[in-house]
């Protein structure tokens, strides 16, 4: 055993806020309801794509829950800047979200619409506070939006090394470096933001571009389903 679960995390809809959770269900989805909901870009140039906060930083003023049930099968409830809460079937979001966010759109529900598929993303306890020394600064583990962070006795940043093969084993679920864009997590632009999109820190991707190849956290897949609770155990086999 090399440490536990530390938190765990849902992000319901792309680039909304998200939720913690006591548990989650990880399968070929990776963590049931995550990213299962997007909205669409209605412009005519971008008709279609997904949006994202890299278009939108406003988009992190809202927010989204599914509840804490590790497996959701009931569709978010989104809350906006101002405290109301809207359900995502309610006939009324989308033109609430498009005056909102002053771009017209449209609602899709699907599931595995992370950006690499369907995976998950692990962050480090250990990088994250090395990260902060080296900055001079607490960063904030939602500005890199992780599915399952954990506490372990591994070296800071060790994950940068990992080599497709390397397993992770939480609670009953096994995770892998497997597939195609699975491994050390090079970053965008979005952890730039603080979690509610309201200023930028530039100095946080330059650090991770010029100390780190821009890599922090690493993505897995799912290879045997099952549940993971806070504080489950946590163990590494090297690929």
């Not at 309201?198 to 100390?211: A, C, S, T």
């Amino acid at each position: 055993m090399l440490g536990n679960v530390a938190s765990l995390h849902r992000w319901p809809v792309k680039s909304l806020r998200g939720q913690r959770v006591r548990a989650a269900r990880f399968d070929e989805r990776g963590m049931a309801g995550d990213r299962a909901h997007v909205l669409l870009d209605g412009r005519p140039e971008r008709s279609g794509n997904v949006l994202t906060v890299r278009q939108n930083p406003d988009m992190l003023s809202w927010s989204a829950s599914c509840g804490d049930d590790p497996d959701p099968d009931a569709p978010p409830v989104l809350r906006s800047p101002a405290g109301a809460e809207l359900p995502w079937r309610d006939p009324q979001l989308p033109a609430v979200l498009a005056e909102s966010l002053e771009i017209p759109l449209s609602l899709r529900t699907a599931d595995g619409q992370q950006d690499r598929g369907p995976t998950v993303l692990v962050t480090f306890e250990e990088s994250l506070r090395a990260l902060g020394a080296e900055l001079g600064a607490e960063v904030d583990l939602a500005r890199f939006r992780t599915n399952l962070h954990l506490r372990t006795g591994l070296p800071a940043f060790a994950e940068e090394r990992w080599e497709p093969g390397t397993v992770l084993r939480a609670g009953a679920v096994r995770f892998e470096v497997v597939g195609e864009h699975a491994g050390p997590c090079i970053r965008c632009a979005v952890p730039s933001w603080d979690a509610f999109g309201g200023q930028r820190w530039p100095q946080l991707q330059k650090h991770l571009i010029d100390e780190h190849e821009n890599k922090f956290g690493v993505i897995v897949r799912v290879t045997r389903a099952g549940e993971v609770t806070e504080g489950d155990e946590v163990e590494v086999e090297p690929g």
